[in-house]
Every structure is written in C-alpha cells, then in structure tokens.
C-alpha cells in the first residue's frame, strides 16, 4: 500500500513561483511512475506531468509546459512539482498520483494511487 501526501499549496499572486511536494509512504522510489493533476473549480481532473520511475524521464502538458518541473528525491521518498510563472488559469486542486510501472501514463485511471490534494489558487 502506498500512501501520498501533498503539501506545499497557497495563495499566491501572478507570476510567482511555488513548489508543491509529495511525500510517498512505502518504498516507491524507481518502481513507480508519479504523476501530477489538477482539478479547477467545475472542471474535470487533467493531466499535469509525470516523472517516470525508470529513467526519470519527464513529460508535461503542453498548458505547463516550459513553467513546471518534475523531480524526485528517491531517498527520500518525495516528488516534486516546481511551478514557475503562475497564471490564475492555474489555479486548482493539484494531486499526485502512484502507478507501479515505468510507462507515460497519462489518465487518471491508470493510476492506482493518490493524494488528498493541495489548493493552489493564483490572483490576477
């Protein structure tokens, strides 16, 4: 069982830069691929960007593309978001998510694991 824990969210203004972290339980270092979504408000979950378990391969959504970046730190087990140049389209509930494989998974289903979920909300 692998659980996910997000932090890292907040209030913050156009074009600033934040860091959401995901803290994983159990060892998911390079077994797992470890993706980021997001859900706006009245909008369906979408794919943000992942970071393969393998290789530690990245690969975004052309809406972030360019201002975000995926990291891991196996040893400590954490996976990283680095949002650059916020946008108040941004805004939303950002999750990270757990799937045992080393492929580009890039639907929500194909993960078998989540977070609860960090707000980050961008002002104009």
């Known amino acids: 069982q692998v659980q996910l824990v997000e932090s890292g969210g907040g209030l913050v203004q156009a074009g600033a830069s934040l860091r959401l972290s995901c803290a994983a339980s159990?060892?998911?270092?390079?077994?797992?691929?470890m993706g980021w979504f997001r859900q706006a408000p009245g909008k369906e979950r979408e794919f943000v960007g992942l970071?393969?378990?393998?290789?530690?391969?990245?690969y975004y959504a052309d809406s972030v593309k360019g201002r975000f970046t995926i990291s891991r730190d196996n040893a400590k087990n954490t996976v990283y978001l680095q949002m650059n140049s916020l946008k108040p389209e941004d805004t939303a509930v950002y999750y990270c998510?757990?799937?045992?494989?080393?492929?580009?998974?890039?639907?929500?289903?194909?993960?078998?694991?989540w977070g609860q979920g960090a707000q980050v909300t961008v002002s104009s």
């Open positions: 970071i393969r378990g393998s290789s530690a391969s990245t």
């Open positions: 998510a757990a799937k045992r494989g080393y492929g580009v998974y890039l639907l929500e289903s194909d993960y078998n694991y």
């Open positions: 159990g060892r998911t270092s390079s077994s797992y691929t």
